[in-house]
Each structure stands twice: as C-alpha cells, then as structure tokens.
C-alpha cells in the first residue's frame, strides 16, 4: 500500500479499512454475548487483570431514540477470582461531566442491589469513561484514580483486620470503592506501541492494525468495519457523525460564551471594586484635608489674638507651628 501521510505522527496508508467509532458501537451494535470479547479487551487493557463479561446490564445505552446524548454501558463481570464486578463505560459530553461520573457510579451501585439486600452485596465498580471531548487542563491522555484512605497525620493506610476480611469477603476498603479511569481520547498523538495505545489510536482514528494481537481490536476488526454495514446503517451512521460535529460546535460554542461571559463578568466586578476603593480613598483623603485646613484656620486665629495680645513672635511660633513670615502676614 502507498503511503498517505502522517495524522498526528502516525503513518496514515492508502486504502486502509474504515472502522465505526466505538461510542456508537458500543451504543448500537455490541449488544450480544458474541461481542463481549471486544469490551473485555478494553477493560483488560485498562486493569490489568483478565475478566469475563457475565451480561450487559439495563442503562440508558439501551434507549433508542438516537438524540439521547447519554450513552452509558453497564456491564456485569467477573474477575479472575470470580468475584462480580460492575463496569460502567461513559461517553457522553457533559459541562458538568465530573458530577456526572459520580452519579453514574453511585447510580450503577443501587440500580444493581436487590431490594432488602445487606451492604455486603455492594459491588466494586470501575467507571471508565471514554471522552471525546476536552476535559480540564492535563499533558496525559490517560488518568486513574481509587479511594485510599489516609490518615490525616500519620499519614499510613487504613488496613482492615483479618476478622473483618474474613467477615467482608474483601482484603482492603480499595476492593469495594469505586475505581475511576478517564481516558481523554483527543489528547493521544504518539505512535502506538502498548496495547492501550492501540486502543487509544482505534478510539480517535477509527484505525486497527491489520496484524494487531491485541484483545479486543482483533475481534473488532472483523465486528466493526465500515464497509461491512448495509447501505440503511451507513446512511444512519454517517447521520450519526454529522450530528457529533454539530455538538461539538455547540459545546465549543458554550466555553466560549461562558468565558466571555466570565470575563464581562469580572471586568465588571473589577471596576465596580476599584470604583468604591478610589471613592473610600477619596473620602479619606477629603476627610484628612479637612481635618489639616480645619487645623491651619484654627492656629491662624489663635495666632491672631496672641499677637493682638502683645505676645513674641517665639512663642506664637511655638504654640500655632507658624512661621515668623506667616505670622507677621497677619
């Protein structure tokens, strides 16, 4: 194949395979048990650990109406232990996308607890949340986070007894709070070496290596090739990306008159706090000129009747702080 050119330092080649995006995938098309494998690659990469999808749970990726801006994906799954675990994948574009990754996970938490259940059916649950939207100020593409507990002097790690691992089926609190992973697709452009970056250059450029080994790409491959949609699925996809580019206008659109607006704002807020600091400067500038003039008319009149009075120029002087020219003016 002939060589196209470079797209974000990466090798771009004539003729190469078209893929779907994976937000709309994952939305519309990776419902059934014959396509877990390519979620599963994504959260092994991710994790670390090999899991296995038991089912896709019941969320808002299930509604059908195609403006639904939310698109999240449960999915119920063991790890290598056989431990259950809820994985929650987020793509949607939000102002307000940090409270949004909280509710979800707490959301996916008590959607899933069967009514009367004991806390200890609360299940770990790993938020990834897929973003092709720009996300708070960062030079990485990838951010992980989990709930330690510190102390606050002593700064160690609150461990847990063995009578209560024994009795809560967990070793540490980081095995029962949520985990959250944020993957800023927008922010990759370095050539794929890892696994992840693989999956990092499929999530932004739609591209999948014709020899990738990587779990999950290799199913998607096969799963997610553009030319294999019928003419009907096409049409509805390619609606699908002119509708993205629209939101994304809209949002960009939003930042930017929300920061002009904030910018209006504290220009305003400025000039009304620099407008009553020169008016109480002014105020006690007039106020202290007062106090002097007032204080200079009143040693002139004194000084007046102390000359009327015959009494020396020194001592007018010492007492008004006149000087002989000005007292002699009088």
Do not use: C
């Not at 949004?100 to 008590?110: E, F, N």
């Not at 089926?169 to 693989?198: G, S, W």
């Not at 000039?271 to 007032?294: F, P, T």
């Amino acid at each position: 194949m002939k060589k196209e050119g470079t797209k974000n330092g990466k090798v771009m080649v004539k003729g190469k395979n078209k893929y779907i995006r994976f937000d709309w995938a994952a939305k519309y098309m990776l419902r059934s048990k014959a396509d877990f494998a390519i979620f599963e690659g994504l959260i092994n990469v991710l994790i670390g650990e090999k899991i296995e999808i038991v089912e896709l749970l019941e969320s808002e990726s299930n509604q059908e109406h195609r403006d639904d801006k939310f698109n999240r994906v449960d999915i119920k799954a063991k790890d290598s232990q056989g431990r259950i675990i809820l994985v929650e994948i987020q793509q949607s574009r939000e102002l307000d996308y940090l409270q949004r990754m909280l509710y979800g996970v707490a959301k996916t938490i008590t959607e899933h607890m069967g009514k009367g259940m004991s806390y200890e059916n609360v299940k770990k649950v790993y938020s990834i949340n897929i973003l092709y939207f720009d996300l708070g100020e960062g030079a990485d593409y990838l951010y992980h986070r989990q709930t330690t507990l510190i102390g606050v002097h002593t700064k160690d790690t609150l461990q847990l007894t063995q009578h209560e691992q024994d009795d809560l089926h967990v070793v540490t609190p980081e095995d029962v709070f949520p985990e959250y992973f944020v993957i800023r697709v927008n922010e990759f452009n370095k050539l794929a070496v890892t696994p992840l970056e693989e999956w990092l250059e499929y999530l932004k450029d739609e591209y999948i290596r014709p020899d990738t080994k990587v779990p999950g790409l290799m199913e998607a491959r096969e799963r997610l090739e553009y030319l294999r949609m019928s003419e009907e699925e096409r049409r509805v996809y390619d609606n699908y990306l002119d509708t993205l580019v629209r939101d994304t206008d809209v949002m960009k659109t939003k930042l930017l008159e929300a920061e002009i607006q904030g910018r209006k704002q504290g220009e305003a807020k400025g000039l009304a706090k620099g407008l009553a600091k020169g008016l109480a400067e002014g105020r006690a500038e007039g106020r202290a000129e007062g106090r002097a003039e007032g204080k200079d008319q009143a040693n002139r009149e004194n000084a007046r009747k102390m000359k009327a009075d015959g009494m020396s120029f020194e001592l007018i002087s010492k007492y008004t702080s006149l000087s002989k020219e000005e007292i002699e003016a009088l």
